[in-house]
């Protein structure tokens, strides 16, 4: 004969039920509030902002540390994945900073990418010879139009680009893509 009780029937282990679940809620809620500013630290921040900036990044999709870009000695130009996927050249300065606008490897004759000619200081599109200086003015032809910049800003360990919407600062004028 069965002389056990289903557990479902039995009132003493539903409350046993009810307090183990009340007991390991409270537990849960503690330690996420405790854990939360340690998670914080180490989730990096969102890496799309309102304003239509982005975090750099490399070409595998992962965030790119400020330390990693400024161990390159001075004149470096990194290439990083910045706005809509654009590559974006950053420049080291001799300061050992971050130049305050990046430059889109972006040819304005037909769209090819490029190098950076670091014995010229210039930037060398190889698809029709356009030459550009080391701040994207036109050199050479046919390119018709210096190239695009973006803002560069450090957010904590990571760099964000915004788009640039003020004044091109080498015409002083309104920028072109704008
Ligand atoms: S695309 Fe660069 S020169 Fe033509």
């Not at 200086?133 to 990571?158: C, F, M, Q, S, T």
Request: with cysteine; proline share 9%; net charge negative.
């Amino acid at each position: 004969m069965e002389n056990n009780l289903p557990i479902e029937n039995s009132p003493s282990m539903s409350r046993r039920q009810l307090l183990n679940f009340l007991t390991g809620s409270v537990i849960a809620v503690t330690a996420t509030g405790a854990l939360y500013p340690a998670v914080k630290f180490f989730i990096p921040p969102s890496d799309v902002g309102e304003d239509g900036s982005i975090l750099a990044k490399d070409v595998h999709g992962n965030l790119i540390p400020i330390a990693q870009i400024l161990a390159e000695p001075a004149g470096t130009r990194a290439l990083v994945a910045g706005l809509g996927g654009e590559p974006t050249y950053l420049t080291v300065t001799e300061d050992g900073t971050l130049h305050s606008w990046g430059i889109l490897d972006n040819c304005t004759h037909l769209g090819c990418t490029f190098p950076w000619n670091s014995n010229e200081a210039q930037f060398q599109c190889p698809c029709h010879g356009s030459r550009y200086d080391a701040e994207g003015r036109v050199l050479r032809g046919p390119a018709p139009l210096p190239l695009k910049l973006a803002h560069v800003n450090i957010e904590g360990d990571y760099i964000r680009l915004s788009p640039w919407l003020d004044n091109d600062p080498r015409t002083g004028e309104k920028p072109w893509w704008v």
